[in-house]
């Protein structure tokens, strides 16, 4: 079978709500990001998912992905891999666009990278060997990270410059699948997040929101 990557993005963080960028920093789940993780797991856990038996499963180490893939029932299963790790913000870390804007009015992530942080082409290595990885065997995978490098992951995916990134948004706790039509890389579902859209057995029932 042609292996496909599932895309789980970490539930929603302090920092998450109000746009900082949270590279390296490690925040912890807000008690509706620990919600949101709790509905993801019960879905994959459901039919046609039914637990992703066979799917080899890693997560970043930060604890805001990590955690997610515990509470989702993924966390016997996973390895951490700091290739998952978010964008490396550098002297952006902490701040909101509109305040990096406010002394760069163009500066746009996707093209110009952070100072004292990650490129570009760091970046692009980085999503590059996630990719190789997970076409290296006839099985799918399932990965625990962060908006930026799973937006990344996607451009480098469909074969795209880092700068398709910047045209795909990524809610927190979403699913999203990168598959195959017609022989070539694909976008077979993204940012789902219909399971926060449902009453859940266990009562919880987040909002889709974030940055």
Not at 71 to 86: S, V
Not at 98 to 109: G, Y
Not at 191 to 205: I, K, M, R, V, Y
Request: proline residues 7%.
């Amino acid at each position: 079978m042609a292996p496909r990557i599932l895309l789980a993005r970490h539930g929603q963080t302090q920092w998450s709500v109000q746009g900082n960028h949270t590279g390296r920093t490690d925040i912890p789940l807000l008690d509706t990001g620990r919600a949101g993780a709790k509905l993801l797991g019960e879905r994959l856990h459901r039919a046609p998912w039914g637990g992703l038996p066979g799917v080899e499963v890693r997560t970043s180490p930060l604890v805001r992905a990590a955690e997610t893939c515990e509470i989702a029932g993924f966390g016997e299963r996973a390895e951490r891999w700091d290739a998952l790790m978010e964008w490396d913000y550098g002297a952006y870390e902490g701040l909101t666009p509109a305040q990096i804007r406010a002394d760069r009015p163009d500066w746009l992530i996707w093209r110009d990278g952070v100072p004292e942080g990650e490129s570009v082409a760091d970046v692009t290595a980085r999503a590059d060997e996630v990719v190789g990885w997970a076409r290296s065997a006839d099985r799918d995978v399932l990965v625990f990270a962060h908006g930026h490098i799973l937006r990344a992951l996607a451009a480098r995916w469909l074969g795209e410059d880092l700068s398709f990134g910047a045209r795909i948004r990524l809610e927190p706790t979403s699913l999203s699948v990168l598959g195959w039509a017609y022989g070539a890389p694909a976008l077979e579902r993204w940012n789902d997040t219909g399971h926060l859209e449902l009453p859940s057995p266990s009562g919880a029932h987040p909002s889709p929101s974030g940055v």
